[in-house]
């Protein structure tokens, strides 16, 4: 009899444990990241076959979870604030290149044309002349309000970056902390490994993480690197910046397939089919940095300079064995060039004391790199050759424009990444991955570098057309100054009206505004209507498949800036989706549903009557027994 009391005080105390854990469920329904609680129940081992039993034991309160569940929760939120910070960044873009009826940089670029249409018809009106200054200069200005408009966002995207690297830290730190306390414990309590699965959420909004949770060993990886190790070994996050100077070389490489051997040519002196250019007297080469300053060597004039890098200065007459040393000369020594680029007489070598050290015994070949690293200090160059005759320098046998070997030359770099002991974390997805890629000018994801790129391209292309032309029959023109430098015959026009190779670049001559005549309005005139632009970068008449007018260019902008956009908008509209359908799955699971609870909370009142019922009964039968003795 008093071991079938023991049983029921042991049901009491289950019962009154459930109920109190029941209470504990519906208080904290609405706590973040709480997890339902249920109590462990199992009967206690029986000690002997003619007792019915010795009752039930409470084992613990356990978490309602699903690891696999949790993780797959984490993966598909940080996907959605990956999407979601991408569709909010471009969005502000989007909004930049708005425009109505009456406002807009496509509006503007109707007003200049109309203002070149109207002068054309009187050349001699000031009024039509101040009205085409007026508008160029808009025209320029608006233009580098959008280009401004836009590196403002990206620099706020940087602040923001630096923002959540250090609330990544901070996350981290919380995390280490509450392992430490979970490893001293000897039974951790649960709200510590709630707290620890809501900071894991929350990292995951900034990067993709992938957590190891074995029994006594906790390991946490952001991307592919490990940032919390052994429980509570916490590695700090920084922000890497790698920034690259621009290097444009001008050679051709041949490979020797019997000798297995690279042979470098000076593009100056040497066709792509490795002929010679067989330059000679008074023929001229010209370096043009940016479509607005430029150095020329012309073969036979004669420089005093170092020419063997021995310290000692020479004068020495120009020729075919000397050219590029004297180019790389007068490029180094011009002073509108000395704050953007350094040349280089080929390669050159590195010494203990970091002097720069190149082969200055003959002429290797054009190398110019921009002076200071970054995208902001990348520029546009390229060299121009006009063969002259031998007696009458007056008379052009040739023109020839070249440009940089591509395969060789290197593009200036500004990338942003996250690293960890200096080591780049790569990333896949999460708020920090949207912002890296659009900051990173390598990333092949960076849209705010798309966009910069077309911009430049429509500036450069711009301020060629509009300096330079070669008047070819009535109607017809060879556009732009690259061009021109490519055309053998016809008279070169300089009309100098915009100049640069950049939006940021780009200037409005007003002055060349006065000196500008019927013909050469004819010319700009045609500008409008030419569709067969090239915004390559290599002057025009170059066969391109993009091909197209300067209007439409900037319109084909524009949508491409909407179309990523609404592409943006519907991953994450489809990504939001599959978050919400797997974290409703997961919440099913763990969070507390009033209604169970209270279904519980019934059943196990009931218990605890029906035990307390027993205990009564069982107390009145050993009255009864002490009653008979006496």
Known sequence: MLSTLNVSYTGLSAAKTAVENVSNNIA???????????????????????????????????RVTSQYMYDKVISENSKSNYYDKLSGMLGNVESVFKETEESGFSVDLNRYFQSIENLRTNPNSEIYKSALKNEGGILVETLQNIYSTIQKQQDAEKTELNANVEKINSLLKEIGDVNDKIVKYATATNDLYDKRDQLELELSNYVDITVNRDEDFYELKIGDSVAISN????????????????????????????????????????????????????????????????????????????WD????????????????????????????????????????SIDSNGNKITNDIKDNFLRVESKFPGIDNSFDARVSIVKRDNTDSTIIDSRESLYKNEDESKT??????????????????????????????????????TYFDKLDAFAQTLADITDKYIKTGTDSYIYGEAASDDEDSGVINSLGLFSGSSVMTLKFNKNAVNDLKQLELD??????????????????????????????????????????????????????????????????????????????????????????????AIDEMLQTLLGLKR
């Open 309 to 348: 890098g021995d310290g000692t200065e020479t004068t020495e007459i120009v020729d075919d064995t000397n050219l590029t040393r004297a180019i790389v000369h007068k490029i180094n020594s011009n002073p509108d060039f000395n704050d953007l680029v350094v040349a280089y007489n080929g390669d050159y």
């Open 412 to 449: 200036a770099i500004s990338d942003v990444s996250i690293g960890i002991y200096g080591r780049e974390v790569s990333l896949k997805t999460g708020i920090v991955k949207a912002q890296v890629d659009n900051l990173s000018t390598s990333s092949a994801n960076n849209k705010f570098q």
């Open 28 to 62: 904290n329904e609405n706590t973040p990241g709480y997890k339902k609680r249920v109590v462990g129940l199992s009967e206690l081992g029986q000690m002997d076959s003619l007792f019915a039993g010795r009752g039930v034991s409470v084992d613990g309160i356990y």
């Open 231 to 306: 429980n509570t070994i916490v590695r700090t996050v920084d922000v890497i910046n790698n920034d690259s100077s621009q290097i444009d070389k001008f050679n051709h490489i041949n490979y020797d397939s019997v000798t297995n051997t690279f042979t470098t040519y000076d593009s100056l002196k040497y066709n792509e089919d490795l002929t010679s250019k067989n330059l000679d007297l008074n023929d001229v080469v010209t370096y043009k940095l940016n479509n607005e300053f430029e150095v020329s060597v012309t073969i036979g004039e004669s420089i005093t300079m170092d």
């Open 523 to 616: 010319y700009l005139a045609t500008i409008q209507w030419k569709t067969d632009l090239s915004f390559e970068g290599k002057g025009q008449g170059v066969n391109s498949s993009n091909d197209t007018s300067l209007l439409e260019f900037y319109r084909e902008l524009r949508v491409s800036v909407s179309a990523d956009k609404e592409n943006s908008n519907f991953l994450l509209e489809t990504q939001d989706s599959i978050t919400q359908s797997v974290k409703s799955s997961y919440d099913n699971l763990v969070k507390v549903d009033k209604d169970d609870e209270m279904l519980d909370l019934m059943k196990f009142q009931s218990a605890y009557t029906a035990n307390a019922k027993i205990v009564t």
